[in-house]
């Protein structure tokens, strides 16, 4: 119980455009053709120093695989990706990590084909982390679970440009750049730091 109250918690800001009890499996089998939707993000960006207050997981890494998947219920679609770690910034849980292990981040959203049709679900506020990237990422874990979630569903996601520039991933209005602009990776782990350094 304690677990699935966690998840729901975890998940608790996104919902699906088209809801429905059915599962996606029997859904698009009953419309014999590919079924596309969305998920909408409604809760508001928290700002950074919530995020990683709340966070016991921040990474540097590196997207190497992503496989999406049914839920156990089959009502929704989930998307795992494996990511190498580059640089460990925060780990308050257990096991401990370093340079080159891989966690699993699970991410609302996906696509998959069930006997030749395809169940494709966005989350268009916060895009699919792109295999080959680099990332910050600002995670949560749940006891007894084996992967991780972005906090705030996807604005614990910073991509890592070429240049060293750093962006959130979420889509539309973002504090953090509101009050920062675009700004190097250093910028961005120096102010990780300073939140840190006075969390309890």
């Not at 929704?76 to 494996?82: F, I, V």
């Amino acid at each position: 119980m304690a677990r699935t109250a966690c998840l729901l918690a975890l998940m608790s800001s996104l919902v699906p455009v088209v809801a429905s009890a059915q599962g996606l499996r029997e859904r698009v089998k009953t419309l014999g053709r590919d079924y596309v939707f969305e998920y909408r993000a409604i809760t508001p960006d928290p700002g950074i120093e919530t995020i990683v207050r709340e966070s016991d997981t921040i990474v540097i890494g590196i997207v190497e695989a992503s496989v999406s998947l049914l839920t156990q219920q089959e009502t929704a679609l989930e998307t795992d990706h494996r990511i190498r770690v580059e640089r460990v910034i925060r780990r308050t849980s257990q096991p401990a990590l370093a340079i080159g292990d891989r966690v699993t981040v699970r991410c609302l959203g996906g696509a998959i084909t069930i006997d030749g049709l395809n169940i494709v679900a966005s989350v268009p506020e916060f895009p699919p982390l792109q295999t080959g990237a680099t990332y910050v990422l600002m995670m949560r874990s749940v006891p007894g679970v084996p992967y991780l979630y972005l906090s705030y569903a996807g604005r614990g996601a910073f991509g890592v440009a070429a240049d060293g520039k750093v962006r959130p991933t979420s889509q539309g209005e973002d504090t953090w750049v509101q009050e920062h602009g675009i700004v190097g990776l250093d910028v961005l782990l120096a102010e990780v730091q300073r939140i840190l350094a006075k969390a309890p």
